[in-house]
């Protein structure tokens, strides 16, 4: 299964995006799907992540309550919306499902398989 990620842009500093993921070519596996991200010169990390009934979510502590990850189960999507985006929010975003049994993970370690990634940039 190749996941997409896309909806990545530039935007100013206050400004929201909306990130999709999606499997290309199929519907999206009913495994829990998380949310990462790479900013230049720093480890991938984990921002949300999504049970496959939707149910259960976890985010990052430092996200501040500006993200939301969301499914979509007609659509086979899973959406993170990100509000008041910050320069420090900048960096590639790829979403990666998680097979195992269980809600969801944070932990790229454990992601089964990956999707490209999609750049965001938040600069004034």
């Known amino acids: 299964v190749q996941l997409q990620a896309s909806g990545g842009g530039s935007v100013q500093p206050g400004d929201s995006l909306r990130l999709s993921c999606a499997a290309a070519?199929?519907?999206?596996?009913?495994?829990?799907i998380g949310w990462f991200r790479q900013a230049p010169g720093k480890e991938r990390e984990g921002v949300a992540c999504i049970s496959p009934g939707g149910g259960v979510t976890y985010y990052t502590n430092s996200l501040e309550g500006r993200f939301t990850i969301s499914r979509d189960r007609a659509r086979h999507t899973v959406f993170l919306q990100m509000n008041n985006l910050k320069p420090e929010d900048s960096g590639v975003y790829y979403c990666g499902a998680d097979r195992r049994a269980g809600p969801c993970t944070l932990q790229g370690a454990y992601v089964d398989y990956w999707g490209k990634g999609t750049q965001v940039t938040v600069s004034s």
């Open positions: 070519g199929s519907p999206l596996p009913n495994d829990a």
